[in-house]
């Protein structure tokens, strides 16, 4: 059995996607693959520009800091501001906005420990890629069945 780390945040790493800001803390390779925890920065009025996505195999909790990030969960808006906390359950299809007017930062635990930096670092390069437009649906897919997710199908046109 792996030992688990005996340092305070062992997998200090900041991953930048675009504006997004996300600082790792522990991954599952210290936590026996319990858990992976990071900060999310998002700055104001920011929108995500992945695609909505489910978690196939674990769940997301979200803890608000500063500001208030608005996900949406199975097409319901949810706010999430300082003190308040969120479990977005697998299978649960979610994306996340920054409408305020005010910098958002969040701590979130995923658990169990699938999804870590590498998914961060290959999704940073697949938007990265793409010079400010949408990125490419395909290796968007690609990225997140590699990490435990799937990509939700396109909101139908009204």
């Known amino acids: 059995m792996h030992q688990c780390a005996t340092r305070v945040n062992p997998s200090e790493e900041i991953i930048k996607i675009g504006p997004l800001e996300i600082r790792f803390l522990l991954t599952g390779d210290d936590s026996n693959g ?11 009025g920011q929108k995500l520009v992945a695609p909505a996505h489910m ?7 979200l ?4 500001g208030v990030l608005t996900w949406t969960v199975n097409g319901t808006p949810i706010d999430v501001g300082p003190g308040q906390a969120l479990c977005i359950p697998r299978g649960a299809v979610h994306r996340f906005d920054n409408l305020g007017s005010e910098d958002v930062k969040q701590l ?12 961060f670092r290959e999704a940073a390069e697949v938007i990265g890629a793409t010079a400010g437009g949408p990125p490419d649906r395909a290796k968007m897919m690609e990225v997140f069945r590699r990490h435990g997710m799937t990509v939700a199908p396109p909101p139908p046109a009204e």
């Open 108 to 119: 979130v635990v995923i658990s169990p420990a699938i999804m870590g930096p590498a998914y």
């Open 34 to 44: 319990s858990v992976s925890v990071f900060e999310f920065r998002v700055p104001a």
């Open 63 to 66: 803890y608000g800091i500063e």
């Open 55 to 61: 978690n196939d195999a674990y769940e997301e909790m």
